[in-house]
């Protein structure tokens, strides 16, 4: 399969592999036929609010989408970073909202230990993490 260049082209496969058409989409996140199309065309570059719509309803990560739309840097990620975020993206037992906690929750702990290394503490363990 060809590389993926932009947004709409993500978002299409998305669309596709979820065996959507365009106006099933549109309809379960609540924009129009048209605009829908011409964000998967290029035409359109849509607001976060949209993506997180149109996540919804794909049933994937806002994140995923944010970070394809370049709202949301990739940048400083691990592997494990992202393989950990494909699994919960992936996971059909979860719903959307669970996703987005567990997504949320994954976050807050790394961001709570980049600053902790940056202040040249190591993360808090607790006896149960050594166990």
């Known amino acids: 399969m060809a590389g993926i260049t932009g947004i709409g082209d993500y978002i299409r496969e998305q669309r ?4 959507m ?7 379960a996140a609540g924009v129009s036929n048209p605009y829908l199309s011409q964000i998967e065309r290029g035409l359109r570059k849509p607001s976060a609010e949209i993506l997180a719509r149109l996540a919804g309803a794909l049933r994937i990560s806002a994140e995923s989408l944010y970070v394809q739309a370049g709202i949301l840097s990739d940048e400083g990620r691990t592997e494990a970073d992202r393989d950990v975020v494909a699994a919960i993206t992936a ?9 987005r906690t567990l997504l949320d929750i ?4 790394q961001a709570e230990n980049r600053v902790a290394s940056k202040d ?3 993360p808090h363990r607790t006896e149960e993490d050594t166990a």
């Open 91 to 99: 996971d059909e037992g979860l719903t959307e909202a669970q996703r």
């Open 120 to 122: 040249g503490e190591t």
């Open 21 to 27: 058409s365009v106006r099933q989409l549109a309809a």
């Open 16 to 19: 596709d592999q979820a065996q």
């Open 106 to 109: 994954y976050q807050a702990f």
